[in-house]
């Protein structure tokens, strides 16, 4: 017959071998998903020009200002929840980054739909509308998570 101590012992050795699971994996967000629009390599150069801009293109980060814009409420309440999860066991480590990588494209889509500076005159007649990022709507559609193995 086990004490009381032995059960606590047991059920922390559980938590402990709960919670190393979220130590090997991370979740990450970006252009991933294959559309018929753009290859990979060209999703990469939009990814890129539109982050960073170039000298005809205004910057207009989707990445890092969805990361700015969420990490200190909605990621971080996510995580917590998947954190929890793992710890009463309905959730895998694998899952927990599942959950908050789903939650960060999320986040991510919605930025491209809120993005600025507008676009040109000339991009807008172009384009027929005023909607920074979209044009074929390949980006948007591209964005996923990928749950990854971490390097220590």
């Known amino acids: 017959m086990s004490s009381g ?3 606590v012992i047991q059920k922390l050795q559980l938590q402990k071998r709960r919670l190393k699971q979220l130590n090997t994996n991370q979740a990450n967000v970006g252009a991933f998903k294959n559309v018929p629009e753009h290859s990979p390599e ?3 150069k939009i990814v890129r020009w539109n982050e960073f801009g170039t000298d005809k293109i205004p ?3 989707f990445l890092r200002g969805a990361s700015a814009r969420n ?14 999860g793992v710890l009463k066991g309905r959730l895998t480590g694998n899952q927990a980054y599942k959950l ?10 919605h930025q491209i739909d809120i993005i600025g500076p507008p676009n040109s005159p000339a991009t ?3 384009k027929g509308r005023n909607q920074p990022l979209v044009d ?7 964005i996923d998570e990928k749950v990854t193995h971490r390097d220590h």
Do not use: I, P
């Open 136 to 142: 074929t709507g390949g980006l948007y559609r591209s």
């Open 124 to 126: 807008v007649k172009m």
């Open 100 to 109: 908050l990588g789903d939650q960060m494209a999320d986040d991510v889509r």
């Open 42 to 44: 060209e999703l990469q």
């Open 71 to 84: 990490r200190k409420h909605s990621w971080k309440y996510t995580a917590g929840v998947a954190v929890k």
């Open 59 to 61: 910057a207009r980060s």
């Open 5 to 7: 101590a032995d059960k």
